[in-house]
């Protein structure tokens, strides 16, 4: 009997034990699994970094998800990010219904994942192959992320976690003046990055509410 450590961050309880019924059924007479659950970046952070805490062979991983803002863990890109870092041998599988080939493009990029499966694309069947595929060591991709993949090439645009956490903080409605409390950098050097951020959205004249709209159209922020 092969034993799994399986490890499902999701913010929808249902969600979770769709997951969970899946897993069970998949080749019982072979594979044992010990499913850990997280409900939000926070907990899962908990379980990730708890010395305790076993190592996990997969995780299944919601991008959308409560941040954890203190320990900047915004989405599950970070926490893929979080658990490449203290587990890199647990293979990752991102569920997201975004549906942006720029937001795709740069999870592929980025965080590599074993598995990436839009979630309009998901069924129970969808789900065991998906699993099937990776714990026999191959990459998944689920149909809308290979069709969009296979549309012609765009210009990627990145930006990098200081980036990041400015546009959240701005969708969140905070006043610039008080961004440095939750980013270690200096209020000149948030204006210049906001300032870099416009022109490369093309929203030179915009307000902050422009920027962060066309940041979420782009798939720069949830």
Do not use: W
Not at 6 to 33: C, M, Q, S, W
Not at 36 to 58: G, L, W
Not at 134 to 155: A, P
């Amino acid at each position: 009997m092969i034993k799994n450590n399986i490890l499902i961050v999701d913010d929808h309880p249902f969600i979770i034990e769709g997951y969970k019924n899946a897993i069970t059924r998949y080749n019982p007479k072979e594979f044992e699994f010990f499913i850990s659950q997280a409900k939000d970046c926070e907990s899962a952070y908990n379980i990730v970094t708890n010395p305790d805490s076993t190592i996990f062979d997969i995780a299944f991983l919601d991008i959308s998800m409560p941040p954890y803002e203190e320990k900047g863990i915004y989405n599950g890109e970070d926490l893929a990010k979080l658990i490449s870092e203290y587990m890199p041998s647990c293979k990752i599988i991102l569920l997201t219904m975004y549906t942006e080939l720029l937001k795709i493009k740069t999870i592929i990029k980025t965080i590599n994942p074993s598995g990436l499966v839009i979630k309009n694309d998901l069924t129970f069947d969808e789900l065991l192959f998906a699993f099937d595929k990776v714990i026999k060591g191959k990459t998944y991709y689920s149909e809308s992320v290979v069709k969009m993949l296979n549309l012609s090439e765009e210009d990627t645009i990145e930006i990098d976690q200081f980036d990041k956490q400015i546009l959240f903080h701005l969708s969140k409605g905070t006043k610039m003046n008080d961004i440095p409390q939750y980013i270690p950098i200096s209020l000149g050097a948030i204006e210049r990055r906001k300032i870099n951020l416009k022109e490369l959205l093309k929203v030179e004249e915009g307000s902050d509410i422009e920027l962060v709209r066309e940041a979420k159209s782009r798939g720069l922020l949830f």
